[in-house]
């Protein structure tokens, strides 16, 4: 399906991420690190022109190498747009890419922003200093360094939430594409939570205490205070301070991710027609309300289901009845068959769910008879061969009947059964001509009641035989006409039955 993309979402998108980008460089370079860079280092008037045309020429190389990253990163999305329309896997391709690009920002700063900056203007700041024109310490260059690098982690921290935010319209745009249908495959999901809090809380929590710390050793070390006298002070509170932001974020990610774990696992369950509830609803924040409301959608559901079970079952047995209407002679024929079906099924060991299924297959087994005409339906003599093949197909005919019931796939498990109960072991029956096991279990079960219900149910033109004897022609029949598994089940029970109506 071809689809309309609208160019005035895309550079919105573009805005909003250069805005964001201007904000986050603005914050991070300008004033982060310009206010360390003019406040920590003592320098001349000729040495802070020079800085600030080192930072100016390497913040021009590290716009080029980001931008080249940039237009790499978002190439798939701006080709669904450029196109007047385009196929369901690359709109795919475009939704990961779009739920991958705040993780790819946070890279693009870390490595070609940051390299792209750090690299030249340190190699300008050596060789400036190395050749006397600027009047600093070798030193104040490898603290230049690890300051960009940790502002660098505190900007892409911001740009990260920042990107998440812009990328939500887009998103909602290539989502509405499902209204149509046509795109079904979700994307998986790209930024674990437990990791998106833990780093966020050490970067906030860790990186301006260290930053702090190398303002602090550079300003100290300009007053004469040694080194590792410093460090040895900060090395305990940085440790303190990493310590104490993993534990927080720890904390902060399983207090989130718990009741995310079990929202996820109940509706896995849903997916699968397992409409499970939350019993034990013990959150005392926003989660308590979300699963209040699951609760009250899994109830809703449930409702459902039970209102399109008895909807369904009502149909059924709706058209066995209109089915018994039409010859009052065999009146509670497919009810009987029914109960039979199930009996067996119980003996031979077939669980809830099947002995379900077999008894609503049994029920409408006989559906099809409705295209029957009632001239052949309710003849009381021998009926001729061009009679007896409308009887014939009459398990094709419920099939097809049936095969009409929407959704398809509540009926589906019942096909099998009512288009083969007339087939015979030995293979001479009909209307597939099937044998043996090729034969569906349920339409061999159906067969064995089906023709004991038959035989011992009264016609206008003849009585019902005695039970007994219906239960020898069954015996006789093992392995020709009925399987003898089913057969013999069959019997066992009526005998049962018998016995226990006459005592």
Known sequence: MQVLWHMDIYNRFLKKLLINYIFGSLIAVLAIGATFIFTTIDARGYDKALIWLILAGSMVIMFFTEGFFFRQHIRPIRAVFLSDGMDAESVRK????????????????????????????????????????????YYMVLYAAIAAFLVASMHALVEFYLTLRAIKPVLAHFKAANKSGWLVQETPSTIPIKKKFRLTVLVIGVLPVLIFMVAAQIKLEGMGMETAVFWQWAAVVIFITVCYAMLTAKYMAEDIEEPISRLQTLMSEAENQNFAYLKDNVYTDEFSEVFTGFNIMIAALKQREETNRQLLESFMTVLSAALDARDPYTSGHSMRVASFSRDIGKRLGLHDEELKQLYQTALLHDIGKIGVPDGVLQKEGK????????????????????????????????????????????????????????????????????????????????????????????ESGKGTQWDPQVADAFIELARKMVQTEAS
Not at 411 to 431: M, N, T, W
Not at 446 to 471: C, F, H, N, Q, W
Request: aromatic share 6%; charged share 25%; no cysteine.
């Open 94 to 137: 475009a939704i990961l890419r779009l739920k991958q690009f705040p993780v790819l920002t946070v890279k693009r700063i870390m490595l070609p922003h940051l390299l792209g900056l750090t690299i030249p203007a340190a190699s300008a700041s050596l060789y400036l200093i190395s050749a006397g024109e600027l009047k600093l310490s």
């Open 383 to 474: 009926l001729s061969d061009e009679e007896f093949e409308y009887i014939k197909a009459h398990p094709v005919i419920g099939e097809t009947i049936l095969k009409q019931v929407q959704p398809a796939g509540e009926v589906a498990s019942l096909l099998p059964g009512i288009r083969s109960h007339h087939e015979r072991i030995d293979g001479k029956g009909y209307p597939d001509g099937l044998q043996g096991e090729e034969i569906p279990y349920f339409g061999r079960i159906i067969a064995v009641a089906d023709s004991y219900d038959a035989m011992t149910s009264d016609r206008p033109y003849r009585k019902g035989m005695p039970p007994e004897k219906a239960l020898h022609i069954l």
